[in-house]
């Protein structure tokens, strides 16, 4: 049986991209290889990996690395509604530049990589989540140059947890504040609204307002706002929902403001984002 195998899906002019993929119920990607290296993050659910010939299941907080040569297959272990990945593929060109860039401050770098790790710290995850997140949905708001530094910076914090060298955390931002934040990017919470961030704060809302400016600059209503325009631009873009079901889906009940939102974040209308970012897939 012939190999699958899939060429450069990088941003126009880049040798890289940022992109989500949601499995829902039994759904799967068959097995396949790559003209290119990838790592992705298993964000939510658990995922069933199949890497080599090689079976396991990955929880929320998964990091895998692959090789070009490296054949696997996705699928939803169908333990919970859905699976959603983030997958940041790049070319070996853009690999090499990174890793000589780490070499010239560390000295010496593992010979290969491994493909992943669980359970990262949730501190780690959340900074290297965050930076994916910026990447996906705020690329419009940075020049190619700066997309290229924002990428090799993510790409050099997934080497460094590959090599076990996990760099220090800032302790400024206060535990619980990050605790709070990174239990907000799930569904079920944000779609919850301001009232589970408080509760899951453990702090009184005015607090919590207070936290939000000094730490992240920005208020919980607008973090829940980004945090449900993103699931609403991943539904435009693997779902075949209409937009005024996505809306609802997410938690708005007002057009003008769910556009207003979206704008906020994205730059573009959802017209606009899904001609920009729809990938079709024909296997």
């Known amino acids: ?17 940022v992109a989500s993929n949601i499995f829902y119920g039994h759904e799967n990607f068959i097995l396949h290889a790559h003209t290119y290296y990838e790592f992705f993050l298993v964000v939510e659910g658990e995922l069933i990996h199949t890497l080599n010939g090689q079976t396991s299941a990955l929880q ?3 990091l895998c690395f692959l090789y070009p040569d ?18 940041c593929t790049f070319s070996e060109g853009f690999l ?19 493909n992943g790790l669980q359970g990262i710290n949730s501190a780690l995850w959340l900074a290297l989540t965050n930076k994916a997140a910026v990447l996906q949905f705020q690329n419009h708001k940075f020049s190619p140059l700066e997309q290229r530094a924002l990428f090799r910076g993510m790409l050099g914090d997934v080497l460094l947890l590959l090599a076990k060298r996990e760099y220090p955390v800032l302790t400024e ?24 961030f408080v509760r899951l704060s453990g702090r009184t809302q005015e607090h919590l307002t207070r936290s939000l400016r000094k730490y992240y600059n920005e208020t919980p209503t607008a973090y829940i706002n980004q945090l449900r325009v993103r699931k609403a631009a991943q539904e435009l873009l693997y779902t075949r929902k209409d937009i005024w079901n996505i809306m609802s889906d997410c938690g708005f009940n007002n057009y003008s403001y769910f556009l207003k939102c979206f704008n906020r974040n994205f730059g573009m209308t959802p017209r606009q984002y899904i001609k920009v970012n729809r990938r079709v897939f024909t296997l």
């Not at 990088?10 to 890289?16: A, E, I, L, S």
């Open 96 to 114: 090499k530049d990174t890793e000589n860039f780490l070499r010239h401050d560390l000295g010496t770098l593992p010979e290969n990589w491994p």
């Open 173 to 196: 931002i206060p535990g619980w504040l990050i605790k709070a934040r990174e239990q907000m990017q799930l569904e079920e919470n944000f779609l919850a609204g301001l009232k589970r």
């Open 1 to 17: 049986m012939a190999r699958t195998i899939l060429n450069d899906l990088f941003w126009q002019g880049q040798d890289f991209s």
């Open 70 to 87: 490296d054949e696997h297959g996705l699928r939803n272990s169908a333990k919970g509604d859905k699976v959603h990945i983030v997958n």
């Open 60 to 62: 929320r907080r998964s």
